[in-house]
């Protein structure tokens, strides 16, 4: 099916963020040469609850924001996570989202 293809192109890149920073839905989506399926990223990071080598909470939106945090456990794991990490959130919102973010590379 060719959508768990493409979720498990998006967990190939979401696997690859590094420790302390974050990527938005939209860096992923351009990543993988579909730059208009920003929102398909979504629903893969949504779909792969139980898949712990995943690290769905490094991926926010363009402005930094913890967009999918209702769909973790707990009313505030994802930012929890996040400041584990070093990074900070105040009012769901990374600060000095810039500094953190993790570009990733274009699939040739």
């Not at 060719?2 to 696997?15: K, L, P, S």
């Not at 792969?48 to 794991?77: E, I, S, W, Y």
């Amino acid at each position: 099916m060719a959508e768990e293809n493409f979720f498990e192109r998006v967990y190939v890149i979401a696997r690859q963020i590094p420790y302390g920073k974050v990527t938005s839905y939209g860096a992923i989506a351009k990543a993988l040469g579909t730059a208009r399926s920003a929102r398909m990223v979504g629903w893969a990071m949504n779909a792969c609850h139980n898949m712990d080598d995943v690290p769905a909470h490094r991926v926010v939106n363009q402005k930094g924001l913890l967009t999918g945090k209702h769909h973790f456990d707990g009313t505030n794991l994802m930012q929890q996570l996040l400041e584990n990490e070093g990074i900070k959130v105040v009012d769901n919102q990374i600060v000095d989202f810039e500094k953190h973010f993790w570009k990733p590379e274009i699939e040739s």
